[in-house]
C-alpha cells in the first residue's frame, strides 16, 4: 500500500506544481462560469471566486503587472478605484456606499482575463458554452410558454416564456447570440460548408423567433437593428449590405404583422409617454423620462466629482418630498449607464466610463471571430446602456465582463501581444 501512495502522492504534487494544470482548471471554471450565466446568479459569483483562485497560480507577477498598464485593463480598475475613492465624499450611509462599490468590483476581473487568454486558446470553448446554455435557455423558455407552470419564477413576478432570472436579462443573451452567429454563418457558406451553416442560421432564426412571439424587452428591439448593421458595414460588401437590409426590412414587415407582441411592444412606446405626458401616470417610459429628468439636474449640482458613491437613492428621496405619481418614486437606478456615473462621479466618472467602453471598441478593430464578437459585446452594452445600467446590472455586467475579457485575451494573443506581457507556461 505505501509503494502504491507514494507514486500518486508524487503525482499529485506534480499536477499541483504544474503550470499547464492550472491553466486547464482555470479554463474549465471559466467555462462553468460562462454555462452557468443564464440561469444562475449564485453559481456565477461562486464560480468567478474560483476562477481567479485558480488563475492565481499560473500568474507571472512581472509579465501581469506590466500588462495592467494597457488602458484595456488599467481604465476598469480607475472605474473601480473612483467607486471606492467616491465613497469619501457621499451623503450616503456607509452601507449603501459599499452597497453601490459592488458593481464595479467585477471588472477587476477583465484584466485577468485579458492575461490568461492571451496564454491560453481555449477561449473559444466559453463561447460555445455560454451558445449551448443559451440554446437550453431558448428550449425552456418555449416549453414556459406552452406550460407556464414549468417556470421557477413567482407567479406575481413571471412573464410569458421566463423560465429564471427576467426578460430583460434574457432578451440581451437572445439577441447577442443570434446577431453573433451572423458572423459564423457568413464564413461558413464562403467556405461552402452549407450544412454547419443552415444548422447555426436555425438556432440564431430560433432566437429571433422566440423574441418576436414570446416575450422580448424593448431595449433588445432597438439594438438588434444597430448590431446587425455594425456587422454588415464591417463585414459584408455594400451590394450584400443593400440587400440584406432589403430582406431585412420584409422581415420586420411580416414580423410586424404576424406578432402581437411585436405590436405592443412598438405602439406602447407611444401610448405610455401620452400617459405620462398629460396625465402624469406611472409607465416605463415615464419613470425613464423622469429619472433621467432629476439625475440631469443632480449631475448639474456637482458636475465636476458628483455627489459620491451611493448617493442616487438618497438624492431621489429628497427630491420626491411632497410629490405624487412617477415624481414620487424613489430609485438607486437612473437607468441610463451614463447618468448612473454622473449623478455619483460627476465628469471625472463620465471620462473614465467612455474611456473604458473605447478602449474596448479599439481593442476589436481587427477581422475574425474573436474580434466580431468582443465588438459586439461593447457595442451591445454601449446602446442598451442608453436606457438601463448595463454595465452595473449584475447580468448584463457579467456578459460584459466574460465576453471583452476572453475575447480581448485571444485578440490580443493573435495580434503577437502575448509575448510581450504574458510568459507561455512550460
Known sequence: MTATAQPIGALLLKRW???????????????????????????????????VLVMLPTVDAAAFIASLKRPISAVPIALFALALVGTLWSDARWGMRFYAVAPTAKFLLLPLLFYHFERSQRGLWVFTAFLASCVALLAMSWLVDFYPNLTLKAKAVASPGVFVKNYIDQSQEFALCAVALAFPIASLLRAKKIALALL??????????????????????????????????????????????????????????????????ISSIGREYRLYEDHGATTS????????????????????????????????????????????????????????????????????????WFSHLALFRGEGLFNWIGLLVVVQNIFTSLFNSHLFDFHEGWMYVLGVGVAGGLVLSANGTAGAHARKPS
Open 17 to 51: 506544481r504544474d503550470p499547464a494544470a492550472w491553466m486547464t482548471t482555470a479554463d474549465i471554471f471559466v467555462v462553468l462560469l460562462a454555462l452557468s450565466l443564464p440561469w444562475s446568479t449564485s453559481l456565477v459569483g461562486i464560480f468567478a471566486v474560483v476562477t
Open 200 to 265: 447555426l442560421s436555425v438556432v440564431a432564426l430560433g432566437f429571433l423567433a422566440n423574441m418576436a412571439f414570446v416575450i422580448v424587452s424593448r431595449t433588445a428591439l432597438v439594438t438588434i437593428p444597430i448590431m446587425l448593421a455594425v456587422f454588415a458595414l464591417l463585414h459584408l460588401r455594400w451590394q450584400t449590405t443593400l440587400m440584406i437590409l432589403c430582406a431585412a426590412m420584409v422581415a420586420g414587415v411580416v414580423a410586424w404583422a404576424v406578432s402581437p407582441l411585436l405590436q405592443e411592444k
Open 285 to 356: 417610459v415615464g419613470e425613464r423620462l423622469e429619472f433621467w429628468r432629476k439625475s440631469l439636474l443632480f449631475f448639474v449640482e456637482a458636475p465636476i466629482a458628483g455627489h459620491g458613491t451611493g448617493s442616487t437613492e438618497g438624492l431621489f428621496e429628497q427630491a420626491a418630498a411632497g410629490q405624487t405619481g412617477v415624481a414620487a418614486e424613489v430609485i438607486r437606478n437612473p437607468h441610463n449607464q451614463t447618468l448612473n456615473v454622473a449623478v455619483q462621479w460627476g465628469v471625472i466618472g463620465i471620462v473614465v466610463l467612455y474611456a473604458m
